[in-house]
């Protein structure tokens, strides 16, 4: 049973560049979730989609930040002009809603340093 | 507004305690879900329970146990003859809305140490 995968792991970026995140959800699962993680706290939701469709984002996603998950397998986040505090941890979950609750399972994350 | 609270930031015990972890939340939803992860120094979130608000039985698994208390909003977590393996920094979470919602709401997390 393979788990939750992101690349890259890690990501070290200039201020002002983009950069973008890939998530492999558990195959059979139809949510996918992204989160941020700062350091000495937990992780903050930032979207989630259902198949393709995107069904909420946070105000923490400004307009900066765009996700996609185009055939409701893999999801990317894009994030532009990267500024310092966008470094932290990127989570990446996936769960299925057939089942209630959904348990989010998480992948290893990526860590965004911006230089 | 929905909230999680865990005091405690850092405990650190001597292997073989036992140790509880605190977790607080507040809702004004009557069903929902609680949730503890574990993220050791590796990073991933490793999923551990869920419990739902109508199911308030104490849970046991091996040398993990929970004790959900609705009267007092509390889902606390306990280990017991914790061992060097056990070191990791532990979060509780809620889904609000009965799950219907994406997202989870977590804590700031409990980084536990316990040293040989």
């Known amino acids: 049973d393979t788990g939750v995968s992101q690349d890259p792991r890690h990501k070290i970026t200039k201020r002002g560049q983009n950069v973008t995140f890939r998530c492999d959800p558990i195959?059979?699962?139809?949510?996918l979730y992204w989160y941020r993680q700062t350091l000495g706290q937990g992780p903050e939701f930032l979207t989630y989609?259902?198949?393709?469709?995107?069904?909420?984002k946070s105000r923490l996603l400004s307009d900066r930040f765009s996700a996609e998950r185009p055939k409701g397998s893999f999801s990317t986040l894009e994030i532009q002009r990267t500024e310092q505090g966008d470094s932290a941890m990127y989570l990446c979950?996936?769960?299925?809603?057939?089942?209630?609750?959904?348990?989010?399972?998480f992948g290893p994350g990526t860590r965004l340093t911006v230089l | 507004a929905q909230k999680v609270t865990q005091a405690q930031t850092e405990i650190s015990v001597v292997e073989k305690e036992d140790v509880t972890l605190d977790c607080v939340y507040e809702?004004?939803?009557?069903?929902?879900?609680l949730f503890w992860y574990k993220q050791p120094p590796s990073g991933e979130l490793v999923f551990l329970i869920r419990?739902?608000?109508?199911?308030?039985q104490n849970e046991i698994s091996g040398r993990y146990s929970w004790n959900f208390q609705k009267s007092t909003s509390s889902f606390n977590f306990t280990i017991t003859a914790s061992q060097v393996v056990d070191s990791a920094v532990y979060f509780c979470?809620?889904?609000?809305?009965?799950?219907?919602?994406?997202?989870?709401?977590f804590g700031k997390g409990t980084k536990l140490s316990v040293k040989p």
């Open positions: 979950a996936s769960s299925n809603s057939g089942s209630r609750p959904d348990t989010q399972y």
């Open positions: 195959s059979e699962h139809n949510r």
């Open positions: 989609f259902q198949n393709e469709a995107q069904l909420e």
């Open positions: 809702t004004r939803d009557t069903t929902y879900y």
């Open positions: 419990r739902n608000s109508f199911d308030e």
């Open positions: 979470a809620l889904s609000a809305d009965g799950g219907s919602q994406g997202n989870l709401i």
